[in-house]
């Protein structure tokens, strides 16, 4: 695509209204174009040859073939990037969580109203945005095994220890990789992944059928513990503080940061604020945008070890390119090495008796 050129967006829905009102909403941006709209796969697949769009929303469960069957044969046959808009139901969202591994870029919440899709049009719109920008993975036969970071003695985290992560378009996936390669004896782990309410938990749920870490969505007053991964709730900030003998979450409300909420920003911000910085580990992964780069910042400024994703893994680089752009990333790493570099870090091996092994950039 043409970065003067408008982005070209296909919707394709079986619901007449969601087709109308995505289009308009789509269409009020100057840099969007909706060159069509399709009521099924059968449709749409007609229209991609004929209008070559650079941007599908894709709705996932349509008649006489659903989105995912429809998804893995484009990824196959001709990958685009794919925005899902999907139902908020926990069925629905476990379709979208599939959808993203089959290599969909990103997705939202299908609203069930005129006004619902004008409060998320925002929204909609920065995500086919994202989605232009974006590298389009090639479709896996399956989940990929992840190799599991060589084995350690066994160690006691040190409790004012922390690892902190935020991403964003294409994080669930690259979330899925980092985690399943890491040892369940690691300090507590938070989490900010831009993704809508309701799929928060069932990204966590799946997280935790895939990882030595036992994985869940954050409540409000939970322990950050070592072994444990706590995910922010969609449309909750997610806040860490030190009660003087282990951290705990908050988890918020309050206006969106960087047009997002949670947002990484305010995590990395709180874990600055407890005083005990240095003993955090923290890091950007792919997505559009700022979000993290100023809160990374601040963590490095006192004393964290931080880490930014490349730019040849990430499928937007837009919020790793700022932390490394601000100075706030000591290492910038491809992610298949993210995994190995959080487990040897110092920070992370206070084990009793052994010496910690040296940070690698």
């Known amino acids: 695509m043409s970065r003067s050129a408008k982005i070209r967006v296909l919707i394709v829905d079986d619901s007449a209204v969601v087709r109308r009102l995505a289009g308009e909403t789509l269409s009020a941006d100057p840099e969007i ?16 040859g004929r209008l070559a769009p650079d941007v599908l929303t894709l709705d996932l469960e349509m008649p006489r073939m659903d989105g995912l069957t429809f998804l893995g044969l484009l990824m196959a046959q001709r990958p685009l990037p794919v925005v899902i808009m999907s139902s908020l139901t926990t069925r629905a969202s476990e379709f979208a969580l599939e959808a993203l591994r089959l290599g969909a870029i990103d997705v939202i919440g299908k609203p069930s109203s005129a006004t619902l899709l004008g409060e998320m049009g925002p929204q909609l719109i920065a995500k086919v945005k994202a989605a232009a920008r974006a590298r389009v993975r ?25 690892i902190l992560l935020g991403a964003s378009t294409g994080g669930v996936e690259a979330l899925r990789e980092v985690l399943a390669a890491l040892p369940a004896d690691l300090p507590g782990i938070a989490i900010v992944q831009h993704i809508p309410a309701l799929f928060s938990k069932t990204f ?10 036992n ?9 950050l513990l070592p ?90 680089y837009g919020m790793p390119r700022a932390a490394h752009e601000n100075g706030a990333a000591q290492a910038v790493l491809p992610l298949g090495r993210i995994a190995a570099w959080i ?11 052994r010496p910690a092994a040296p940070a690698r950039s």
């Open 343 to 353: 487990n040897q870090h110092p920070t992370c091996n206070a084990a009793i008796g």
């Open 204 to 213: 966590a749920e799946r997280l935790d059928t895939l990882c030595a870490l």
């Open 33 to 48: 174009e909706v060159v069509g709209t399709a009521a099924d796969p059968y449709e749409a697949r007609d229209q991609i």
């Open 138 to 162: 090639p479709i896996p036969a399956s989940v990929a095994a992840v190799t599991p970071v060589a084995e350690q003695a066994a160690r006691r985290p040190d409790p004012r220890a922390a």
């Open 215 to 223: 994985v869940r969505e954050a409540v409000d007053g939970d322990r």
């Open 227 to 316: 072994g444990t991964a706590l995910v922010a709730p969609g449309n909750f900030h997610l806040l860490l503080h030190w009660t003087g003998h282990h951290y705990q979450v908050r988890v918020a409300g309050g206006p969106p940061v960087w047009h997002q909420r949670p947002a990484v920003d305010l995590l990395f911000k709180s874990a600055a604020n407890t005083g005990i910085a240095r003993y955090c580990v923290a890091g950007v992964l792919t997505g559009m945008g700022r979000d993290g780069a100023e809160g990374l910042l601040r963590l490095r400024e006192s004393g964290a070890a931080t880490f930014a994703q490349d730019e040849a893994t990430s499928v937007v």
